[in-house]
């Protein structure tokens, strides 16, 4: 055992000088064995464990291996009228592990399965007596009692209740490797930083976890839990993504004014302001009728309210309509007599307009 402490002690220092990030979190253990042959038939039988990896990317970030270590512990409480049997094994599990994340980095919920190999250091206690060294005699009646049943001892006999306190060393201590396949996901809560959600099944290559041999089967244990993440690696994903602006000057963009209107980048709403064109305190052009057509390019200005107008902000006309849609329909006869008719009511933009198209103004 000492061994494989030293030995781990030297790989998680090897790894420590070359590792981008670490993890630590907890779990829920149980185990699948002789006592215990349905693991999921007890909630009581899972039990909290603890983790701590040291962990480095690797494949182009599409995987990573770790050098880490679970403690924890996995009991169980068997009582019938025929047998009464308990355990509980504490586990110390230095193992290695691989991971390939089956999504893209980008993502920040990302899938991902894990195998590795992981050797587990245990040793199994018994909960055969009380808080006062009263050992546990099981009655028919299912009462716990601190002496045989006898005939004899019905009338003394004191009811005891069981402690769990797990007092009693089995004798069952030893290590065994595992094999640990994991599938879970990487949840992205920050810019170095992750949440690690995991189901993990470990096959053993031991039947002793649990001190009972009854079945050729070997045990086998399950956890479900989270790790936290932090990555203390330069080489974060979002710096990575940002690396190309960390030479940008972010305090002169903030108050830069591309198009000169007075108003900066980050407040202007109309962003490439013709140069001299006068801008409201938004950046957009000022358009002092209201009417959707600035200034600038207004040929009607102080329009009335509630006016409809056209695209350079003229009233709209019933008689240039008509003219125009004379000159579509080629009758343009029609056309120009009708402008003669109506043109001491039209405004000279209109005028100079109609001229052009109808060819008067030669």
Not at 24 to 52: I, V
Not at 210 to 223: A, G, N
């Amino acid at each position: 055992m000492k061994k494989i402490i030293i030995i781990s002690a030297i790989l998680l220092n090897s790894l420590a000088a070359i590792a981008q990030q670490v993890s630590a979190g907890a779990a829920f253990m149980t185990y699948k064995g002789d006592l215990n042959p349905s693991r999921s038939n007890n909630p009581f039988s899972w039990k909290p464990a603890y983790s701590f990896a040291l962990e480095k990317r690797i494949l182009n970030e599409k995987a990573d291996v770790s050098l880490g270590i679970v403690s924890g512990n996995i009991m169980y409480v068997e009582q019938n009228i025929n047998i009464n049997r308990n355990f509980k094994t504490n586990i110390l599990q230095p193992e290695i592990s691989f991971r390939y994340i089956l999504a893209n980095e980008k993502l920040n919920a990302r899938p991902y399965l894990g195998a590795g190999v992981a050797y587990a250091l245990y040793k199994t206690y018994y909960d055969l007596a009380d808080e006062n060294s009263n050992l546990y005699f099981y009655w028919s009646d299912g009462s716990i009692r601190d002496r045989e049943e006898l005939p004899g001892n019905t009338a003394e006999a004191k009811t005891l209740y069981q402690d769990y306190k797990y007092e009693t060393f089995s004798g069952n201590e030893g290590g065994a490797l595992l094999f640990p396949l994991t599938a879970g996901a990487l949840l992205r809560t920050g810019n170095k930083t992750e949440i690690n959600m995991y189901f993990r099944y470990c096959l053993s290559t031991t039947d002793q976890l649990d001190s009972y041999v009854i079945t050729s089967k070997k045990d086998r244990l399950y956890l479900v839990g989270a790790s936290f993440i932090f990555r203390f690696d330069k080489k974060s994903y979002l710096y990575e993504e940002n690396k190309n602006y960390r030479n940008v000057n972010h305090k002169a963009l903030s108050s830069e004014d591309a198009d000169k209107d007075g108003v900066i980048d980050f407040d202007d709403a109309c962003p490439n302001t013709s140069n001299g064109v006068k801008v409201d305190a938004k950046g957009c052009p000022v358009d002092s009728d209201a009417d959707r057509v600035p200034d600038y390019l207004d040929e009607e200005p102080n329009t009335t309210q509630g006016i409809k107008v056209d695209a350079k902000g003229r009233t709209l006309n019933e008689d240039v309509i008509l003219i125009k849609n004379l000159l579509y329909n080629d009758k343009y006869s029609d056309a120009v007599a009708h402008y003669k008719k109506v043109e001491g009511t039209l405004s000279e933009s209109y005028k100079k307009e109609l001229k052009s198209l109808l060819n008067l103004d030669r």
